[in-house]
């Protein structure tokens, strides 16, 4: 069965850095698009970036500047560099797949791993 695991979580002052790794298996990357969301506690389910099959990618506002999205089809995995990191960037993080529809739209992701916690502190 698909699996999507996410790794790299953890507590960081503001100002810090991350590495976000999600790890594919029983889906081969290259065939998805993939992408990364975050939940805050109370908040709806928020779009941050996607990296296509194509190599093309694109990062929230939000986020523009501060996180990056790579892939790496050798590995199945994808990765969301996360620098200058702020206490609003706090938030469940989760990696998913899609292979059409939306990018802001979680409906459209058909796979999602179980997601990491990230908090920054002030």
């Known amino acids: 069965q698909v699996q999507l695991v996410e790794s790299g979580g953890g507590l960081v002052q503001a100002g810090g850095s991350l590495r976000l790794s999600c790890a594919a298996s029983?889906?081969?990357?290259?065939?998805?698009?993939m992408g990364w969301f975050r939940q805050a506690p109370g908040n709806e389910r928020e779009f941050v970036a996607i990296?296509?099959?194509?190599?093309?990618?694109y990062v929230a506002d939000s986020v523009k500047g501060r996180f990056t999205i790579s892939r790496d089809n050798a590995k199945n995995t994808v990765v969301l560099q996360m620098n200058s990191l702020k206490p609003e960037d706090t938030a469940v993080y989760y990696c998913?797949?899609?292979?059409?529809?939306?990018?802001?739209?979680?409906?459209?992701?058909?796979?999602w791993g179980q997601g990491t916690q990230v908090t920054v502190s002030s």
């Open positions: 998913a797949a899609q292979t059409g529809g939306s990018v802001r739209r979680p409906g459209d992701y058909r796979y």
């Open positions: 029983g889906l081969t990357v290259s065939s998805y698009a």
């Open positions: 990296s296509w099959t194509g190599g093309s990618t």
